[in-house]
């Protein structure tokens, strides 16, 4: 039957969580690849308009690995609630709940779509489930945040948003994490939106301090057709040393350094200056990052990838690239 819970409580304790060990396959190779997760970490993801971010969002939805899914989306145009929905396979839906509140509402209904989806996420989780928590978008809740403070007659300090903005965005993203010994966890996935391109606006700097690891959507990248449109360089987890062995580790470390080369090098290439054999880390940049990009496309409509490391160095092998150290 229905059940009464406060919506705004306190994280659990820090040293009751459990540390983090075990990683997870969300079948999205660039991901799996350069920003491993492990359950009960929180990503970020840092995202412009119009690049791709519900998509991958809806990618991240599908994982196997979660028991129960919870959705909340914040802010959200009505129309685009019924396609991310249709995202969704018909199978997944039965273990997923769905909290929204639409731009058009209250800033009190978003801020509360968002505490709301975490409270369920809590549910399940003292349940002893495996949570999976997608909240589009952060930003959105921020927003209504600072609209309710300023209401109340606080003054906006940073780029017009007032100090408890700052304070909300903690105390809500702590809820997510490792639960206590006996509970489950809660797997995080929380998108920002980027304003204007700009990585440094107050929101992603304040985010990006709180979560576990962050996944950068590039509009560069986008423009190349290249989906999802992660820029490899600038994302990182910071659990990559858990969710990875040793070897695997070295493996997307090298891959990630050649990625870097290759982009840092494209206005050279394009203007004619390459000249194969002059450098040898460059010739293998040049080598491999094209087939590595071709491999790591992936849409919404594609299937999950089980495994992206052996995907990767079979597409390497077929290209006849080899790169040390080998995947195991």
């Not at 196997?64 to 899914?69: I, P, Q």
């Not at 018909?90 to 505490?115: F, K, P, Q």
């Not at 950068?216 to 990875?244: C, E, F, K, W």
Request: proline share 7%; charged share 20%.
């Amino acid at each position: 039957g229905p059940m009464e819970r406060a919506i705004a409580t306190s994280a659990p304790p820090a040293l009751a969580r459990r540390l983090l060990s075990q990683s997870v396959s969300t079948g999205v190779k660039t991901i799996d690849l350069f920003t491993p997760l492990c359950v009960g970490q929180r990503l970020g993801i840092f995202a412009g308009s119009g690049v791709g971010k519900s998509t991958l969002l809806g990618m991240l939805a599908t994982a196997n690995h979660f028991n129960v899914v919870v959705v909340g989306l914040v802010g959200e145009r009505g129309r685009e609630v019924r396609e991310f929905i249709e995202l969704i396979p018909e199978a997944r839906r039965n273990n997923m709940i769905i909290v929204v509140s639409t731009g058009d509402e209250s800033a009190l209904l978003r801020r509360m779509a968002a505490r709301t989806a975490m409270t369920v996420a809590e549910h399940f989780r003292d349940q002893g489930d495996s949570v999976l928590l997608v909240l589009d978008s952060v930003t959105r809740f921020a927003l209504a945040c600072r609209e309710i403070a300023i209401a109340s007659g606080e003054p906006p300090v940073s780029r017009g948003f007032p100090p408890s903005v700052f304070a909300d965005l903690p105390r809500l993203l702590e809820r997510a994490g490792p639960g206590p010994a006996g509970a489950g966890d809660i797997t995080g996935v929380f998108s920002v939106l980027i304003d204007g391109d700009d990585h440094n606006d107050p929101i992603a700097d304040a985010v990006r301090g709180i979560v576990d690891g962050h996944v950068v959507l590039d509009r560069t990248v986008a423009a190349q057709g290249r989906y999802p449109a992660i820029n490899i360089p600038m994302s990182v987890s910071r659990l990559a040393h858990v969710a990875l062995s040793a070897d695997r580790q070295a493996f997307a470390n090298r891959l990630r350094g050649l990625v870097a080369r290759f982009e840092e090098s494209r206005d050279l290439r394009q203007m004619g200056g390459y000249q194969p054999g002059v450098d040898p880390e460059l010739d293998a940049a040049v080598a491999i990052v094209p087939p590595l990009y071709a491999t790591l496309n992936q849409s919404g409509a594609d299937p999950a990838c089980p495994d992206a490391f052996k995907d990767v160095a079979e597409a390497l092998k077929r290209q006849s690239a080899s790169v040390e150290p080998s995947v195991r």
